[in-house]
């Protein structure tokens, strides 16, 4: 065992040929850096088009292309099959492996858009939505574009080229909206959300095959295909349980108190998901090809997850709360009144974010272990739990329904803390207590909050939600600083090093 006076020195990629080898850490940083644009600036580009199209639709039409999206993500997943994640964990992917990945894909994706030209009338039948028929067959052409661009986005991926990742999806993110504001403005309804899908993933093929120099090869490996399987296997089976935890809550709430319903339900779950994948997606981009490089070393692999869990935490907690607490003038302001039925339920679903936050890296570190079964049991327990939330909870409404979802959420995190401690041997105290200074900080700015509006109650909404956030924002940093100033400081001083061209190797992981 290392000594604590004698640290390891930092993990290295080989050094191209004529070139100097790049320390594991670097690769991070660069790539969260390259995350952050892109995260940022898609998720910045999809609020604004979210705004506009949701003060240009009304909830209805949001129910209708919400459970089409839910078609959507199964089929993807079903084309996918985890062969992307493969191909990212792989030592050597060979020409014959990544194309073999690449073939498949495509037959899955046919196979998978004839299913649904030819099921699309029975779904619309069962929620009694006769133009969800034409909206899911035109979607159908999408299965098609995302069986493209999976194998060139996990090279690109494991490469850590997070730039061209991050150009992609801004191109695509922005021309998608560009056509789906055009296309409401011109009294589209749904075919706007439908135009911006199939745009977005169009310009992203585009896009991935300028940026990569693979090209599909006539080749087709049979051991290949084996090995494939052998990993995607338990990946598939993740991703269909992580599809039904995180979808089953919309096909039920439609199904049962009706397509309006869950336009309001959508647009709250849809708000939390935005803030979640803007505070935490910035590095579980970067998690699965660094967690990869650093499997079977458990030491350097607790190291990281804790110190991405802590980071994560410090930046979610007080968004969170922050939503909470002002989304009584958030959703009327931003979304426009009509919305208003979805001010509860985004308070309430906003409980969950703390610990969504945080088991963002636990599939990565899962995967990179070897061990997606676990990931697999947490899913498919998770998947019930949102089953049963959802039909108890539909009996008291929609508040009911996010009640129940927080509980389950909460109730299964512990689950998850066991394999971690399994599979890593991390210490579950120091795990938890990391995070007890972050969170004591939100409470200060909660309640600066709350006095806040108290004070200023007849000031326009608009004042009220900017000043609410300038406090709540500015009260947790301070209370922050004064309870972990070095923790502050070496963020800074890490994120400075991420934004550098040529980061210092002391910010490596």
Known sequence: MTSPASPPPPRVDP??????????????????????????????????????????????????????????????ILVDQGFSQAIVVEDEPDRRFVSTAFWVGVAASVVCAAAMFALAPVIAGYYDEPQLTAVLRWLSLGFVLQAGAGVP???????????????????????????????????????????QTLVTLAGAVVVLYAATRFRPSLTFGREHWKRLVRFSSGVLGVDLMTWAAGNLDKLIVGAVLGTKALGYYYIA?????????????????????LFSRLKGDREATVRALMKATKVSVSVAAPVFVTILVLAPELVPVVF???WSDAVVLTQVLCVSGLVFSVTF???????????????LVVA??????????????????????????????????????????????????????QWSRPVLATLPAAAAGVGLGALLGGAPPLLLLVLGAVVMVLVYALVLFLLDRGFVTDLLRTARSALRRRPSPKAAL
């Open 15 to 76: 050094a191209p040929p004529g070139g100097t080898a790049v320390p594991l850490g670097v690769h991070a940083l660069r790539g969260t850096a390259w995350s952050v644009l892109e995260k940022w600036g898609s998720r910045l580009t999809q609020l604004l088009v979210f705004v506009m199209l949701s003060r240009l639709l009304d909830p209805t039409v949001f129910g209708v292309v919400a459970i089409a999206s839910v078609v959507l993500d199964l089929v993807r």
């Open 153 to 195: 986005n996990a090279l690109l991926s494991r490469e850590f080229k997070f730039r061209q990742l991050a150009v992609r999806r801004l191109v695509s993110v922005a021309l998608g909206g560009i056509v789906g504001i055009v296309v409401a403005a011109a009294g589209g309804g749904v075919w706007a959300l439908v135009s």
């Open 269 to 289: 779950w849809r708000i939390l998901m935005l803030a979640t994948e803007v505070m935490t997606g910035v590095m579980s981009a970067v998690a699965l090809p």
């Open 336 to 338: 426009g009144r009509q």
């Open 361 to 375: 890296f636990d599939r990565s570190v899962l995967y990179a272990a070897g061990r997606p079964v676990l990931e």
């Open 380 to 433: 498919a327990a998770t998947a019930v739990g949102t089953a049963l939330a959802s039909f108890v909870g539909a009996h008291w409404g929609l508040v009911g329904v996010c009640v129940l979802l927080v509980v389950r959420t909460w109730g299964l995190w512990p689950l998850r803390i066991v394999f971690l401690r399994r599979v890593t041997g991390l210490s579950v105290l120091r795990y938890l207590a």
